[in-house]
């Protein structure tokens, strides 16, 4: 991509309305506008952003088991009032008429709509367990919609639910999709605690809350110190026992403000630490709470019709984008890291106009986008100081500056964003310990070594 040719619309100064770091920050690096109270449009940077984190998602929900499906935004409200849920949710669901009369709803949440597809499609325990998630807007309509992505009223998330024959093993669904949300998180490359949490106007009487630790984050938390290094697994068998990662990662006492109890983190002693945390991630399961009213039943292998266990497991994805803003920034942008980052890295064309430093900076663009690199070229004609300025706002991972005067010493400059350190390798060194790091799938690693 040449940024000469992509819409970047940045901002110097910081606009008055954003009260928190990453309001500020997407709205200064141009990645969303705000449309009307509360909603958003997401501009190419941003969605490039939203995007990457989506395709994690998939990912990993497809390696758990998990189908991708795709419901309307707008429900019925027949279905909310068989739950008994219509009335109870309040006034943050926006409740519509149809032309026709018909009472219907922009989605806050889904439980309903999956109930009623899982109801007329499965019949038997055969067909169990049954993950199905969706990646879809929804809309909630805050009283006070604030902190731009953080609390806004129309956003995006990641809603998946099980559906099981008896509560054992919806609990072992349970286990699945919380494995999978640690390494969801992971590969984001932000470390998220899952706490265990009211399961509020959903249900149930299992949840854990996964919460991003920033100094900015709107929750008070408490958590033991080894949360901090634990270590998230990897090739997991999703087919086999995932109690034993669920034990370890809920063995220790961790808790927001609302949840917090003080004779249970006295036990630990000094190893609790208090910070702040920004949720990112709710799991709950609820067992019949919506099978039961909604009629969703499977023939047993005795023929006896029983209602199915259910679990819900939400991911708010353009959350994650404000939080890991909110827990990764300086003073002078976003430092993202690489999996979630708009651009990979960037070449920097210190001089367009220069013949010679032009070529070689396009060049070694053409080379990295052909190994397969997510790689923009500034090519822009505007002062150098102004291009150093974006970039750091922008927050991209690795910048590769390319001028006159390092060639003629026979070098380029590769800047971490991270650190801020700086090296000067020859143009083929720097070519192949990128290529390199990107082979390996260890480009953050190379990052975090600058």
């Known amino acids: 991509m040449r940024l000469s040719r992509y819409f970047v619309p940045t901002i110097k100064e910081n606009p008055s309305e954003a009260a928190i ?5 997407m709205l ?5 506008r705000q449309s009307v109270s509360g909603i958003y449009t997401w ?3 941003g969605l490039r952003v939203l995007t990457k984190i989506e395709n994690i998602i998939r990912e990993e929900q497809e390696l758990a088991g998990a189908s991708e499906v795709r419901m309307s935004t707008i429900q019925t409200a027949d279905l909310w009032k068989e ?3 219509y009335e109870d949710y309040g006034d943050e669901m926006l409740r519509i008429n149809d032309r026709h009369g018909r009472e219907l709803l922009y989605g806050p949440t889904n439980e309903e ?6 109801r007329k499609e499965v019949k038997s325990w055969k067909q169990l367990p049954t993950l199905l998630y969706q990646i879809q807007l929804k809309f909630r309509d805050e009283i006070r919609p604030r902190f731009g992505l953080m609390r806004g009223r129309e956003f995006t998330m990641k809603d998946a639910y099980s559906f099981d024959i008896d509560e054992e093993n919806s609990v072992k669904s349970y286990y699945r999709m919380f494995v999978s949300y640690l390494r969801i998180f992971n590969k984001m490359g932000i470390r998220a605690i899952p706490m265990k949490a009211d399961t509020g106007p959903i249900g149930g009487n299992l949840s854990h809350e996964f919460l991003l630790l920033a100094e900015t984050g709107e929750s008070e938390v408490y958590c033991h110190k080894d949360f901090l290094e634990m270590d998230i697994p990897d090739n997991v068998d999703y087919d086999g026992d995932l109690s034993k990662y669920f034990q370890e990662w809920t063995s220790k006492y961790a808790a927001t403000d609302e949840m917090y109890v003080e004779e249970d983190a006295k036990k630990f002693g000094d190893d609790i630490i208090k910070t702040r945390g920004i949720e990112v991630g709710h799991v709950f399961n609820f067992g019949t709470k919506y099978s039961e009213p909604l009629h969703a039943v499977v023939m047993n292998k005795e023929g006896k019709e029983i209602p199915v266990h259910m679990g819900s497991y939400g991911i708010g994805v353009s959350r994650c984008v404000a939080g890991i803003i909110e827990a990764s920034h300086d003073d002078k942008g976003i430092i993202w890291p690489v999996a979630v980052a708009p651009f990979e890295m ?3 064309d210190v001089k367009p106009k220069d013949e010679e430093s032009s070529k070689v900076a396009n060049d070694i663009y053409k080379n990295l986008k052909n190994h397969k690199l997510d790689v923009a070229i500034d090519d822009r004609n505007d002062r150098v100081g102004s291009k150093f300025a974006d970039m750091d706002l922008i927050g991209i991972p690795l910048l590769l500056v390319v001028g006159p005067r390092g060639l003629l010493d026979g070098h380029v400059k590769l800047v971490s964003r991270k650190s801020g350190n700086s090296i000067n390798l020859s143009v083929e060194e720097v070519q192949e310990r990128i290529i390199k790091a990107k ?3 260890s480009l953050q690693k190379f990052v975090d070594s600058i």
């Open 21 to 25: 770091v990453s309001h500020r920050f």
């Open 113 to 118: 709509v999956i109930t009623d597809l899982f």
């Open 83 to 85: 739950s008994g849920r």
């Open 28 to 32: 200064r690096a141009g990645m969303i």
């Open 346 to 348: 960037v070449v920097l």
């Open 439 to 441: 082979s390996e799938d």
């Open 43 to 45: 501009l190419p940077l």
